[in-house]
């Protein structure tokens, strides 16, 4: 088995106020509810550990922690898994997932002393590394070097984080077992047996997928029904093989084998409605060595329900990217930005409230996009070398190319264009809105959820063309793209919120409704004193919900999931 039951792990922290763990316990775990908010799965494994332990090997357990208000809280932790610098845990660590958030995470590896848990000595920090929530569900597996304090890696030590979506309104399946006659393993009572079922990998490996609880001295139990998503279940595919195995409880961690069988979720499905499916429960030594040996008890599927709902997270693990185009507005309203009380004045200690809300939308949106690479455009500038009006410029002057590399690239291109460009006006956003929305409509033509674009427009007034700009919102309410507009300095923006469907349907100049609501729109004065995750809150929380109503309305769905690189063997 994968755990040891009754091993001691650090003494606990403070919990983070929004997180949950729920399966994978020490002991066979009861039935999670299912959250309304999506919930991410963490899978975690680790290889080359340190050996701290004389005579033996380390005894390791996983603590995890999220940061909250810059304290690292823990979250929860793993079992011990007695004696192996290569552990498979089978614990999972499930967090609630924000998008609009970037949420920190550190994973921590001990080496534990039994009941005595783990001590704050250096001897017993065996590693931890930090990444994003954000990062783990862009990438699906994580595997990255473990440190020690000061920076010191950990010898060759790694640890793989494997993450998987569950959610209320994610595609899942809920599952009612019993069994029948099962075999006794116990002297002076009968068995107390719980199931557990694994996913079976393309490497061979297996993945645990749930675990039902004990059923005390019963030897045709009835479990819990439970629900898990089809993505955990059998990575959405329905010929993928399942293990199930049936064990009979021991508390000090020595589970007897009952027996095991075989199937797949094609053939659950059979047990849909009034029907049945049930399976031999086989031990295959049993099998060889007793002539007339038929099973050692069934088990019997008894219900099966199905629901496919497709969540924001299942398109972005299917593979879809979020690609991020800011678009600078470079107005002359904005005052020369070689004087300090310009809203371009690039003052060395303090960043300009354009940068603020650049950086703080751009750093969630990175985690989305795999090659980090930003479309950067500005407005209502004159721009060499003939010194004309433009209102779709590359900020890097590169007009076959308008990407920069990561957020830190749109801020360098960002402070050397201003030198060079003469702020003129007037504010008209129509131009950028179509050049963007004519890419996202060669990318609705692949009939494919495998890139959503986001708009940041960055300006200090309203915009004039506000009849163009109205019908290029509606245009861009039928293609993969949402338009976030930050109102940036004093101006009155009352007239900026007819953009912003909240109050009513925006329409365009003839009367057309928009398809969705796809602009939010903000003033950044409302941000200018909290801290600047406060503006990315809110201007990105709605884009989870933009990006489900457009492929729910195109009826696209996830792309399949790319299978992640084969992990370390499990421990069976």
């Keep these: 088995m994968p755990f040891a039951h009754g091993a001691a792990c650090p003494p606990a922290r403070p919990a983070a106020h929004r997180t949950a763990a729920t399966m994978g316990e ?3 775990s009861a039935q999670a509810p299912l959250a309304v908010l999506s919930k991410v799965e963490l899978r975690v494994s680790c290889k080359h550990l340190l050996d701290r332990d004389t005579l033996n090997k380390s005894d390791p357990c996983i603590l995890l922690l999220m940061q909250s208000q810059g304290q690292w809280m823990e979250v929860d932790r793993s079992e011990v898994i007695k004696s192996n610098l290569n552990p498979v845990f089978a614990k999972i660590f499930t967090v609630d997932y924000y998008f609009e958030e970037v949420q920190k995470l550190r994973f921590e ?42 920076g010191k890696f950990a010898g060759k030590s790694t640890i793989t984080v494997i993450s998987e979506e569950i959610s209320g309104n994610n595609g899942y399946v809920e599952l009612a077992f019993r069994a029948k006659k099962l075999d006794d393993k116990d002297l002076f009572s009968k068995s107390d047996p719980f199931l557990e079922i694994y996913r079976l990998e393309d490497d061979g490996s297996e993945q645990l997928v749930y675990r039902t609880e004990v059923v005390k001295n019963n030897l045709s139990p009835i479990w819990e029904p439970f629900k ?3 993505n955990s279940l059998c990575s959405c595919e329905e010929k993928r093989k399942l293990r199930c195995v049936v064990w009979d409880y021991d508390s000090r961690g020595k589970h007897d084998f009952i027996g095991e069988f075989f199937t797949a979720f094609e053939e659950m499905q059979k047990a849909m409605g009034e029907n049945k499916v049930q399976w031999d429960c086989v031990n295959p030594k049993y099998k060889i060595k007793k002539r007339n040996y038929k099973n050692s008890g069934v088990v019997v599927l008894l219900d099966m329900k199905i629901h496919r709902v497709y969540s924001f997270l299942d398109y972005i693990m299917g593979g879809c990217q979020i690609h991020f185009t800011v678009a600078i507005d470079f107005t002359a309203s904005n005052g020369d930005p070689r004087n300090s009380c310009s809203l371009h004045y690039i003052n060395p200690y303090q960043p300009n409230e354009y940068l603020k809300a650049l950086v703080a939308v751009g750093e969630i949106c990175q985690d989305y ?21 433009s209102h779709d410029f590359a900020i890097n002057f590169n007009p076959d190319n308008d990407e920069c590399e990561g957020i830190q690239g749109v801020v360098e291109s960002y402070q050397s264009c201003l030198p060079k460009i003469q702020l003129y006006g007037p504010t008209n956003v129509a131009p950028i809105i179509s050049k963007v929305a004519r890419v996202a409509a060669d990318e609705e033509r692949t009939k494919e959820a495998s890139q959503y674009f986001i708009l940041l427009i960055l300006t200090d007034g309203v915009v004039t063309d506000m009849a163009d700009t109205r019908e290029a919102i509606v245009r861009a309410s039928y293609l993969p793209m949402s338009i976030i507009i930050v109102g940036v300095g004093n101006a009155d923006f009352t007239d900026m919120q007819i953009l912003d469907g909240d109050d009513g349907v925006l329409r365009s100049p003839k009367g057309e409704p928009v398809l969705r609501d796809i602009v939010q729109f903000v003033p950044f004065r409302e941000f200018k004193n909290a801290s600047p995750t406060a503006l990315a809150k809110c201007v990105l929380a709605e884009v989870p919900k933009q990006v489900v109503e457009y492929y729910s309305y195109k009826a696209f769905p996830p792309r399949c999931p790319r299978a992640p690189d084969p992990g370390p063997p499990s421990p069976h």
Aim: hydrophobic share 35%; aromatic share 10%.
């Design 26 to 28: 020490p002991e066979p």
């Design 369 to 389: 996009d795999s090659d980090k690479k930003f479309s950067a455009l500005g407005f209502g500038a004159r721009i060499p070398p003939k010194y004309e009006v």
């Design 109 to 150: 590896v001990y080496d534990s002393h039994g009941h005595a848990g783990v001590g704050t000595h250096d001897d017993d920090f065996l590693g931890g590394m930090e990444c994003t929530v954000g990062q783990i569900v862009a990438q699906k597996r994580v595997t990255k070097p473990l440190f020690l304090k000061y």
């Design 228 to 230: 898990v998503s089809l």
